[in-house]
């Protein structure tokens, strides 16, 4: 398919979503994006329409915008100045769209960073996005009007935050591969299980790598996060839809992650999901996946690792790692013990068998042996590494 190269000043944008798959109705809406944020002006034609209607504005100047060099106006007061009683946007209906500030017309993909040489696009999930019905290439959400609009914004080339580099590749060959593995999403989108999507991220990653794998690794890696999390059902299709449109995203928010642990953490986050939908009264939208995949990342890695074998690296000792801490629990203490020692059996254990043989692990899991696995998962994210089953 034929592809509009996108580009800012030279510099080349990477959008970590499909044309057109995030909708937002901002007529349906009460505005969140608009109560206690800041305003970014782009160009000083804007600040000047501003002005005209309320000169003091000029004294809640800001030089920076979401963390970008573009100047700002910062709100003193809960809510933007331009909001009716009814939480509508006066600009919009008194001048119309095209004289809101910059980054109003641009939120929620206002939020531009730097990955090497690429500029990406990252949504806010403040304002309540859906998943369109099917990906288009027309319409405000489509890249092409997303990349008009940040033109006509003068969004700066430069100056914008960076996305730390993964560990094992370095951007200019990660952004192809996470570009291929957002196109591909297209025909996941109303797959029943996110299995299929994420082999196919592990048969793309790894032929980028120049690596050979072992197939059904996807598989036994969900089948051990169901058993240890015992969970009662797969996500529901809705939720899974979701998680295939936002993957793209999801990898670069963990970034940190390496690319082939990627698709393993993402089916790990598929089976929580599932968990999490089961609980009564639960319903799962795009920010709480974002903001679930963001604050159980630790634990997700760890998941997304039990069939594999762990040891600690070279240079590191659990009693070293344990000093650093003002307090932790037994069994967290234990299970990293077990990682140090693994090596020396004549048979190591996958990670699912040395948390599965802990006495105190029991499905359904404590709290606090959750809370173990979660800071497990952040040690063994720093100073572990794993071998295949
Ligand atoms: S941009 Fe999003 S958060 Fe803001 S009013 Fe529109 S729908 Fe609501």
């Not at 944008?13 to 044309?19: D, T």
Request: proline share 9%; charged share 20%; net charge neutral.
């Amino acid at each position: 398919m034929a592809r509009n190269a996108h580009l800012l000043a030279g510099r080349p944008i990477y959008f970590p979503f499909l044309s057109g798959v995030l909708e937002y109705d901002c007529a349906s809406c009460t505005a969140p994006c608009c109560r206690g944020a800041q305003l970014g002006i782009g160009r000083s034609r804007e600040l000047v329409a501003l002005l005209s209607i309320s000169p003091a504005l000029a004294l809640c100047a800001a030089p920076e915008f979401a963390s970008s060099p573009m100047p700002a106006l910062q709100s003193p007061i809960d809510a933007c100045w331009f909001l009716d009683q009814r939480n509508r946007c006066r600009l919009e209906w008194a001048v119309g769209r095209e004289n809101k500030p910059a980054s109003c017309r641009l939120f929620p993909f206002h939020q531009v960073r730097g990955c090497g040489e690429y500029l990406v696009v990252m949504p806010h999930f403040l304002c309540p996005l859906t998943i369109a019905d099917v990906p288009h290439t027309a319409g405000h959400t489509s890249h092409d009007e997303i990349c008009l609009e940040m033109h006509r914004a003068g969004v700066p080339r430069d100056g914008h935050l960076r996305i730390p580099e993964p560990p094992d590749m370095p951007w200019h060959a990660a952004i192809p591969l996470e570009r291929r593995i957002r196109d591909v999403s297209a025909r996941h989108l109303d797959d029943a299980d996110y299995l299929e999507y994420a082999q196919e991220q592990e048969f793309i990653t790894h032929g980028v790598m120049g690596e050979t794998f072992a197939s059904g690794n996807v598989a036994r890696l969900r089948d051990a996060s169901v058993k240890l999390l015992s969970s009662p059902n797969p996500p529901s299709m809705r939720t899974v839809r979701m998680l295939v449109a936002l993957t793209p995203y999801l990898r670069l928010r963990g970034a940190e992650v390496p690319r082939r642990s990627m698709p393993y953490v993402l089916t790990a986050l598929a089976v929580l999901l599932g968990t999490i939908e089961s609980i009564p009264g639960t319903r799962i939208t795009l920010r709480a996946i974002v903001q679930l995949f963001e604050h159980r990342l630790p634990l997700l890695y760890l998941l997304g690792h039990l069939a594999e074998t762990p040891r600690l690296q070279s240079g590191y000792t659990a009693d070293q790692l344990l000093r650093g801490l003002p307090h932790y629990s037994e069994v967290f203490s234990r299970l990293l013990r077990e990682v140090e020692h693994n090596p020396e059996r004549s048979r190591p254990r996958s990670l699912a068998h040395i948390i599965a043989e802990d006495p105190e692990v029991k499905v359904p899991l404590r709290p606090e042996v959750v809370a173990a696995l979660w800071r497990l998962g952040r040690f063994l994210a720093d100073a572990g590494t794993f071998a295949p089953p």
